[in-house]
């Protein structure tokens, strides 16, 4: 069990560039769930996976976000266009099957927007 | 909407003391709870979670209550190290089926050597 994998861990980018993020969750997790956190602020969640359907997204993730699983194992999440405002910490979390697990985070990517 | 709040926002402590960290929730109709601790920069690990038919759980020094009818959980730290020191969030899902979950803002606990 080497845990949710994130990558990379920090990226800085000028605003208007796309930006992709990858993450390994768990291997033998289905659920695949994206949040975003800001400085001081609890994570708030973004989307959700169940093996490779999306199931649930929020209204943060707004049209220039879009996030894939397509094998339902790794996911990606893009945004498009960057804003001063999409400056955060990206979190991923993994649990397993059954509803009433534990969701497992990896260390998350801090994107900055210049 | 549900809203988690986290009373302190920060906590101090001389090494050793015992201490209670809360967490409360404004909708009871939850699927469990789940306390999870940050260290600067990095991401969560989850140290207990409480399903809502739970009173409490306990792993080492932390026993970790809820009290769904109040919208309470308490996170208790016995005999606090200074590698406490760390933000401690709680989160809540709820029963509606969504499998997202809730954050409070943290308390940012400090332990003095």
């Known amino acids: 069990d080497t845990g949710v994998s994130q990558d990379p861990r920090h990226k800085i980018t000028k605003r208007g560039q796309n930006v992709t993020f990858r993450c390994d969750p768990i291997?033998?997790?289905?659920?695949l769930y994206w949040y975003r956190q800001t400085l001081g602020q609890g994570p708030e969640f973004l989307t959700y996976?169940?093996?490779?359907?999306?199931?649930?997204k929020s209204r943060l993730l707004s049209d220039r976000f879009s996030a894939e699983r397509p094998k339902g194992s790794f996911s990606t999440l893009e945004i498009q266009r960057t804003e001063q405002g999409d400056s955060a910490m990206y979190l991923c979390?993994?649990?397993?099957?059954?509803?009433?697990?534990?969701?497992?985070f990896g260390d998350g990517t801090r994107l900055s927007i210049l | 909407k549900q809203e988690v709040t986290q009373i302190p926002a920060a906590l101090s402590v001389p090494e050793g003391e015992n201490l209670v960290l809360n967490c409360s929730f404004t909708?009871?109709?939850?699927?469990?709870l789940q306390w999870f601790r940050q260290d600067p920069g990095k991401g969560l690990t989850s140290l207990l979670l409480?399903?809502?038919?739970?009173r409490e759980q306990t792993s080492g020094r932390l026993n970790a209550s809820l009290d769904k009818s109040s919208g309470r959980s308490t996170l208790y730290i016995a005999a606090s190290q200074p590698g406490d020191s760390a933000t401690y969030l709680c989160?809540?899902?709820?029963?509606?089926?969504?499998?997202?979950?809730?954050f409070g803002t943290g308390t940012r606990l400090t332990v003095i050597p």
């Open positions: 909708d009871s109709a939850i699927y469990n």
């Open positions: 979390a993994s649990s397993d099957r059954a509803s009433n697990q534990p969701q497992h």
């Open positions: 409480i399903q809502s038919s739970q």
């Open positions: 291997s033998e997790h289905n659920r």
């Open positions: 996976f169940q093996n490779e359907a999306q199931l649930e």
């Open positions: 989160a809540v899902k709820e029963q509606t089926g969504a499998n997202n979950l809730f």
